[in-house]
T-cell receptor, first 113, second 116 residues
Framework: GDSVTQMEGPVTLSEEAFLTINCTYT??????LFWYVQYPGEGLQLLLK?????DKGSNKGFEATYRKETTSFHLEKGSVQVSDSAVYFC????????????FGKGTKLSVIP | DAGITQSPRYKITETGRQVTLMCHQT?????MFWYRQDLGHGLRLIYY???????DKGEVPDGYVVSRSKTENFPLTLESATRSQTSVYFC???????????????FGPGTRLTVL
């Protein structure tokens, strides 16, 4: 079945450091890929998405590129802020019209001043 | 208020009691979902619904019951709560997409349930 593997946390960075959170997936066909973010005490929010190979999703300074050859969708940000402290989830759906999301286990990021 | 709401936000109950978690969305989205979030597991799908009166099991349905008599509501019932059901529960909704369309799921704020 489908699965998503993301790097274990927690990750602690200093403000303005570079962030990478690795995500790889296993799925048949051509899934859509997502990063969701969960701020403390809140529900999940979509951060960015990519629906086909080589697409780059971006939002709020975060980026991720859909790499089909390596089945990866790594999240990056050039300069993190304290306000980026949250749990980040990589997820996939099977594609067009698919209802179900398969999530990774989440990576907790803490950014210290 | 527009959006997706869950109630209660926090609940403490005892083993063997029945508990119902409520979810309400104002967008008239076709799909609704219940997930549970546990450390080391991420989010796992419990049940989902494609429309009113249509529900189906997800990855971890045992011990849970759902219903959907109205499009906007999707309650989750634990008929006889167990300690293993202590978790954070998230409801989500999504509009049905056309061919080639991706679909964002919108999440509620969650219900933290503790079963003693």
């Amino acid at each position: 079945g489908d699965s998503v593997t993301q790097m274990e946390g927690p990750v602690t960075l200093s403000e303005e450091a570079f962030l990478t959170i690795n995500c790889t997936y296993t799925a048949t066909g051509y899934p859509s890929l997502f990063w969701y973010v969960q701020y403390p005490g809140e529900g999940l929010q979509l951060l960015l998405k990519a629906t086909k190979a080589d697409d780059k999703g971006s939002n709020k300074g975060f980026e991720a590129t859909y790499r089909k050859e390596t089945t990866s969708f790594h999240l990056e940000k050039g300069s993190v802020q304290v306000s980026d402290s949250a749990v980040y989830f990589c997820a996939l759906s099977r594609g067009a019209g698919s209802y179900q999301l398969t999530f990774g286990k989440g990576t907790k990021l803490s950014v210290i001043p | 208020d527009a959006g997706i709401t869950q109630s209660p936000r926090y609940k403490i109950t005892e083993t063997g009691r029945q508990v119902t978690l409520m979810c309400h969305q104002t967008w008239s989205h076709s799909y609704m979902f219940w997930y549970r979030q546990d450390l080391g597991h991420g989010l796992r799908l419990i049940y989902y619904s494609a429309a009113a009166d249509i529900t189906d099991k997800g990855e971890v349905p045992d011990g849970y019951v759902v219903s959907r008599s109205k499009t906007e509501n999707f309650p989750l019932t634990l008929e006889s709560a167990t300690r293993s059901q202590t978790s954070v529960y998230f409801c989500a909704s999504m509009e049905r997409g056309g061919s080639g369309a991706w679909n964002e799921q919108f999440f509620g704020p969650g219900t933290r349930l503790t079963v003693l």
